[in-house]
């Protein structure tokens, strides 16, 4: 570089030439330098011309760029959502394991002290008895305490309660105590529903035919009804022994015996005519006692 041309007046200045006279493109610059400065020449070039079409584009994407950052705040003002996990498992299960090992023993004392007391006092055989549930030999208990300890027939309740579904049991212990063995056979057939019908009706009627009928009845109409039941009863009489006689003979081989045991039947009952006819049979004869007479006296 020229010394000369730094400590030089304003005549040499001018001989050498203005810095004006040099333009942008006369001066090189480094490359960063040279890049910047060509896009403020653009820049500044297109200054004077407007372009609608490339400022409503960059308007619309300024505005997609704030969407997302509104979103954002609004967000950040509404309170926290909750997991989608719910209920966390380890701490419910150690829960009801702590629960369960302290209210499961007293649950079991509890039970236990509760069934001892309904069998100690019967509650549950004294309620099955009064809801009349399954057959209960009550009739053949009163009538044996009145044969033979009429003090018990108003503890025959509590007592039936006592041995709600043990029943067999109760007549064993009856029987036992009293040396009457044989008194309660068949008692299932009292309580069965036919027979509990049979005898409603029967009560009925009774009640019916004593209170009122006898009573208030004229005794014509009391005539009239005496002679049909007696008409109706010899109807029956006769028709079950025509139907006995002959028409059922027919029918049993049919209906009323079962397949192999005709012969059989029909040879009981030739030996039982035989043995009521007395044709002497000795198979049908009893037998007295044998007694053994070597036996010495002592």
């Known amino acids: 570089m020229d010394g000369g041309r730094l400590f030089a007046d304003s005549a040499g200045l001018n001989d050498n030439g203005s810095a004006d006279e040099f333009g942008p493109s006369d001066v090189p610059l480094p490359p960063g330098m040279a890049s910047k400065k060509s896009d403020d020449s653009d820049d500044s070039s297109d200054e004077g011309v407007r372009n609608d079409q490339k400022e409503l584009k960059t308007v619309r994407k300024k505005k997609k760029k704030a969407k997302p950052s509104g979103n954002d705040d609004e967000k950040s003002d509404l309170p926290p959502k909750p997991s989608a996990k719910g209920i966390k498992t380890t701490p419910l299960i150690l829960l009801i394991l702590m629960l369960g090992t302290a209210i499961l023993p007293a649950m079991i004392f509890a039970s236990d002290y509760i069934g001892g007391f309904l069998q100690k006092n019967h509650v549950m055989g004294s309620i099955g008895f009064r809801l009349g549930m399954g057959s209960v030999p009550k009739k053949r208990v009163m009538s044996f305490y009145e044969k033979h300890d009429p003090v018990k027939i108003n503890e025959v309740p509590v007592i039936l309660g006592k041995y709600y579904g043990d029943y067999p049991k109760l007549i064993k212990r009856l029987e036992r105590k009293y040396q009457d063995y044989g008194y309660f056979l068949g008692w299932e057939s009292d309580e069965a529903p036919l027979a509990l019908a049979m005898e409603q009706i029967q009560d009925l ?61 029909r040879a009981d009952a030739a030996k039982a005519k035989k043995r009521n006819g007395g044709g002497g049979s000795s198979s049908g004869t009893k037998k007295g006692p044998k007694y053994r007479d070597d036996v010495e006296d002592e």
Not at 244 to 265: I, R, S, T
């Open 205 to 265: 009627y009774t009640l019916w035919i004593n209170s009122y009928w006898n009573v208030y009845a004229p005794q014509s109409l009391k005539t009239a009804a005496r002679n049909i039941r007696y008409n109706l009863t010899f109807l029956q009489k006769k028709f079950r022994k025509v139907w006995k006689k002959q028409v059922w003979p027919h029918l049993e081989p049919f209906f009323g015996v079962p397949k192999g045991a005709d012969k059989q039947k």
